[in-house]
């Protein structure tokens, strides 16, 4: 893993989760008595120089990193996206030619296996791109996978854009990616905001490495619980209910 870094989105706020009101940053809040960071973090302890770990943090930045001072942080001082955070990073990331795992910081179901396969799949098969997806069928409020009439990948479209034929689709992406480091910052620069929410979003840039030649593959997880984030009290409630039940298998 020398040739591998590692991006954290942790910069959102939380509104649903009332986060201005107790003044604690998205990944901080607690669920079974541990931050969110904390189990996202323990999926990628197969990263030995935890400096190679970026954490992208933005609202109430000191709490997360008095919380997590081993770890390497880069600044998003706006809520643009996510293409936007990972941009954030570029700076810190310097002059590294080689694969970047970006991972979501309120997804603490996500298991090492799970990511160790979706990073040998990614170098198997030589690719610039490799998503991470999951079949579910639950009516979630996360981005499509899009495939074509062969099943190739076409592009993710955010839950927020999908027409009602895209909402039926069971495919679901996980918001985690792996990434050729130089081609990632080279096209965040392409992504365009003409999206209902008007932001940046990371989930773009699988379309625009097809659309130059790029290789992009998909990993699909088997298990389903790795795809819940947190958004509200009752996300917390679900996910602290499956690690007890986890803990005690």
């Avoid at 109430?60 to 008095?66: A, G, Q, S, T, Y």
């Avoid at 098969?125 to 997806?133: A, F, I």
């Avoid at 917390?236 to 007890?244: F, G, H, T, V």
Wanted: proline fraction near 2%; hydrophobic fraction near 35%.
């Amino acid at each position: 893993m020398e040739n591998l870094k590692v991006v954290i989105l942790a910069a959102g706020k939380g509104k649903r989760l009332n986060s201005e009101e107790v003044q604690i940053p998205k990944a901080m809040r607690e669920v079974s008595e541990k931050p969110l960071l904390h189990y996202v973090l323990k999926s990628v302890d197969f990263i030995e120089n935890k400096k190679d770990i970026l954490i992208v943090v933005g609202y109430l930045k000191e709490m997360l990193m008095d919380a997590f001072p081993k770890y390497a942080f880069a600044i998003q001082t706006e809520q643009l996206g996510t293409g936007h955070a990972v941009k954030c990073a570029e700076q810190a990331i310097g002059d590294f030619s080689s694969d970047i795992l970006v991972l979501m910081g309120d997804m603490p179901l996500i298991k090492r296996e799970t990511l160790l396969n979706l990073i040998s799949e990614h170098k198997k098969n030589n690719n610039d791109c490799t998503n991470l997806s999951c079949e579910i069928n639950e009516k979630l409020v996360l981005g499509r996978i899009i495939r074509d009439e062969n099943n190739n990948f076409c592009e993710i479209v955010e839950n927020k854009d999908c027409t009602e034929e895209q909402l039926k689709i069971t495919e679901y992406n996980t918001g985690n990616a792996i990434f050729n480091a130089k081609k990632l910052f080279e096209q965040l620069t392409n992504l365009k905001n003409n999206n209902k929410s008007g932001e940046y979003y990371l989930t773009d840039i699988p379309k625009i490495f097809i659309e130059n030649n790029y290789k992009v593959g998909i990993y699909k997880s088997k298990n389903q619980t790795e795809i819940y984030g947190v958004s509200s009290a009752e996300d917390i409630e679900l996910i602290a209910k499956i690690l007890k039940t986890n803990s005690t298998k």
